[in-house]
């Protein structure tokens, strides 16, 4: 141990590091952080506003927007407001997040049936995984053969008990229930690994004292697992909810919005009006990314404040 | 893209001083060519073209890129405003408008005072009294039948409505559909749409719904609908047919399921690959149905255009002058080419039982006029909904009164800007 000086030297080493070498600390984050904050800014955060001030002109998309755009304030907005095809892309919306949130009670199901010792468990997990890693467009192609009302295999099966055959893609309302089931399949395999996973830190203590106390079946599952599973269910939530509103390749491959525009959802409705064949209409789409953002706001805002809160109780 | 501009360059090699015209102004520099030609035949004949015209010119390269002819479709905006090509592919009618309107297109007039032969495709690339490119091809649209089964049957090719629904009753008996359709893309009940108003109300008329000058509740496009309504009501489609694409729906005709395909004449080409032979299949005119309208025809037509941010404009002029020659237009019309019809009317037309009817039925037997199609005629989002909405009176006619009115809402609202 060196021994401090009595007296307190009033003329100290002179400071050799640079300025950088003094801030190290603070300085090397943000350097890090640089290149990812740079491109969120351009490509997310950027766009964002720009989608805003698009949203109120009238513009085809060539040209400049202040050259050849309109501006006619909220009137793109006013239009969505009576514009039907805006009106069933909205309800197909919500009906695509809801129901594609059974994925999550399907994939623990799963989860928890393949959560065993058996030989060749690995191979069965695989197996079940195996619609997540394949394509959605293969997925919506292998949907839409399925579905096919002469030759597919649905309605093969269904003559097998003498019921009549369904054209279930070409029905405006079977059909957006339809493709939900087509993603259903791999959200259900990603919902799986996730509780898979989270199955693997369940802590046996707490299932053998629950089993002591005389625990079993679904009181089991859902005062001791479940719980347990928070953090995955957490996941699960986020992944499901984000792919339901961003669903646009299986209606694409499946229907391409039809019959008659009645599968569309709004990401879908927003790429018809703005960039597709006949879509010459910026502002109009730029006002749905709009909408669609908003909505996906109230999700994402919801899941950042909670996330916050866990990290605040844990700290 | 490496291969093609190796060939390129040796073809210049061999024949370029063989082939150069001493008179021809000397184009120099580059020529860059976008070219929606993706179809294996249709490219043989673009890379051809561009291949000979590079030989032409000892001191000019074409660059030629061939871009997937359904993706070019949404491509083509950007392209134009970025970094712009000097020629490219595009569509002629109101499909160019757009693009006219925001100055992304040349004004290439000046060629067509050079040019012979091309007035009655004139009208349909100009726009506010100018030109803005030049066809390269068109085709017929018509009935392609199942000759066979039309002789089995002892029916003759109809000239009336009344002889094609008596007809149509006639192969529903037999326990066949009288047409196949495949309307997911929408754009085939398009193609109906325009010829059952065409023989309704005339060509004017149809003109005139098209620059949406008559509300799409007028009487006589009701006229229209009714009269579709009862082949609808007969059952004369194939089921489904909403599930299927065009080349989807083309199996029903080749395994005899339907007896006919108001079609493009791109659709026999995958006929006879499929198997059926010319005997199996013939062509009418689609027949008419009020006598008092002379008959028009869908005839969509192809095109070249320069782009207005074009380096070389000059070789871009030279370019389209030399599509529309006659003896260029006789060569990549052919059968064997890109099988279709030369818009030049002193090229000659390939030897060939569906081009040469529909030659004649277009310059002697259309009188009313040649219309595009649908999805050309009418501006870009009128043409979108419309056909979504002859989608769903297909599928569903009795919603017909609700298409209407929303046709009609958007109608006012569209022509309005």
Not at chain 1, 116 to 135: A, D, E, H, N
Not at chain 1, 159 to 183: E, K, Q, R, S
Not at chain 2, 384 to 412: C, H, K, S, T, Y
Request: charged letters at 20%; glycine letters at 8%.
């Amino acid at each position: 141990m060196a021994v401090a000086p009595v007296v307190p030297d009033t003329h100290p080493p002179r400071e050799t590091r640079g300025w950088y070498r003094r801030n190290e600390i603070k300085v090397t984050p943000w350097l890090f952080l640089l290149p990812g904050l740079l491109f969120f800014a351009t490509y997310v955060i950027l766009p964002i506003f720009q989608s805003f001030q698009v949203s109120l002109y009238r513009w085809d998309g060539l040209g400049e927007l202040s050259e050849t755009g309109t501006f006619i304030g909220l009137g793109n907005y006013r239009e969505l407001m009576t514009d039907r095809a805006f009106e069933i892309s909205l309800w197909n919306n919500m009906r695509w997040l809801f129901l594609y949130l059974l994925a999550i009670p399907m994939g623990l199901g799963i989860a928890l049936f393949l959560n065993q010792t058996v030989v060749g468990i690995r191979l069965y997990k695989s197996l079940f995984f195996f619609p997540f890693v394949i394509s959605q467009v293969v997925v919506g192609l292998v949907f839409s053969w399925f579905y096919l009302p002469k030759e597919g295999l649905l309605n093969a099966g269904l003559a097998l008990f003498g019921l009549g055959p369904v054209n279930i893609l070409g029905d405006p309302d079977l059909a957006t229930y339809g493709i939900i089931a087509a993603g259903l399949w791999p959200q259900t395999a990603y919902c799986m690994i996730l509780y898979l996973t989270g199955l693997n830190a369940v802590d046996p203590e707490q299932v053998e004292a629950a089993r002591l106390d005389g625990a079993k079946g679904w009181k089991m599952l859902w005062y001791v697992i479940v719980p347990q599973l928070r953090p995955a269910t957490f996941i699960a939530f986020v992944v499901t909810i984000i792919g339901a509103l961003r669903s646009f390749d299986l209606i694409s491959i499946m229907t391409n919005g039809g019959p008659f525009g009645q599968t569309r959802v709004l990401s879908f409705y927003m790429f018809e009006k703005a960039l597709a064949e006949f879509g010459f209409r910026m502002g109009y789409g730029a006002s749905i990314a709009v909408v669609l953002f908003l909505i996906m706001l109230c999700f994402i805002a919801y899941f950042l404040w909670s996330m916050w809160r866990d990290e605040r109780v844990a700290r | 893209m490496r291969s093609i501009l190796t060939a390129l360059a040796a073809t210049t090699m061999l024949t370029g001083t063989a082939m150069a015209d001493a008179h021809a102004p000397a184009l120099e520099g580059t020529l860059r060519i976008i070219s929606d030609m993706s179809n294996p035949a249709p490219r043989a004949v673009m890379e051809k073209l561009a291949a000979d015209f590079d030989a032409m010119h000892e001191n000019l390269e074409v660059e030629l890129e061939i871009i997937d002819r359904e993706a070019w479709k949404s491509q083509i905006r950007n392209v134009l405003s970025a970094n712009p090509p000097d020629v490219i592919n595009w569509y002629a009618a109101n499909r160019m408008m757009p693009y006219v309107n925001a100055g992304l297109l040349e004004d290439v007039s000046d060629i067509w005072a050079d040019i012979e032969g091309l007035d009655s495709v004139k009208g349909a690339l100009t726009l506010d009294g100018k030109q803005y490119g030049i066809p390269y091809t068109y085709y017929q649209w018509g009935v392609y039948y199942r000759e066979d089964i039309f002789n089995e049957l002892g029916l003759e090719e109809p000239a009336t409505w009344e002889q094609e629904l008596a007809n149509c009753q006639a192969i529903l008996d037999s326990g066949r559909k009288c047409y196949t359709i495949g309307t997911k893309f929408l754009w085939t009940a398009g193609g109906w749409f325009d010829y059952l108003n065409m023989r309704t109300n005339g060509f004017d008329f149809h003109m005139a719904l098209a620059r949406g000058e008559v509300p799409w509740t007028d009487d006589r496009v009701r006229q229209t609908f009714a009269n579709w309504r009862e082949l609808i009501d007969m059952g004369a489609y194939i089921d489904d047919h909403q599930n299927y694409s065009w080349q989807e729906a083309l199996p029903f005709m080749v395994n005899g399921d339907a007896t006919a395909y108001l079609m493009g004449n791109f659709a026999v080409a995958p006929m006879r690959e499929a198997g059926l032979s010319d005997d199996q299949i013939d062509f009418y005119q689609f027949p008419a149905i009020n006598p008092d309208v002379e008959l028009a025809e869908d005839a969509p037509t192809d095109t070249f255009h320069v782009a207005a941010g074009a380096q070389n404009k000059e070789a871009a002029r030279a370019f389209l002058k030399y599509v529309v020659s006659a003896d260029v237009q006789t060569q990549i019309n052919a059968g064997d080419a890109l099988g279709q019809l030369p818009v030049n009317a002193n090229s000659s037309v390939d030897d060939d039982e569906f081009l040469n009817q529909g030659f004649t039925m277009l310059s002697e037997n259309s009188s009313g006029g040649v219309a595009q199609f649908f999805d050309r005629d009418f501006p870009a989002e009128m043409a979108a909904l419309g056909m979504e909405g002859l989608q769903e009176f297909m599928v569903f006619p009795d919603n017909l009164e609700d298409i209407l009115q929303r046709l009609e809402q958007a109608r006012e609202r569209i022509y309005a800007n």
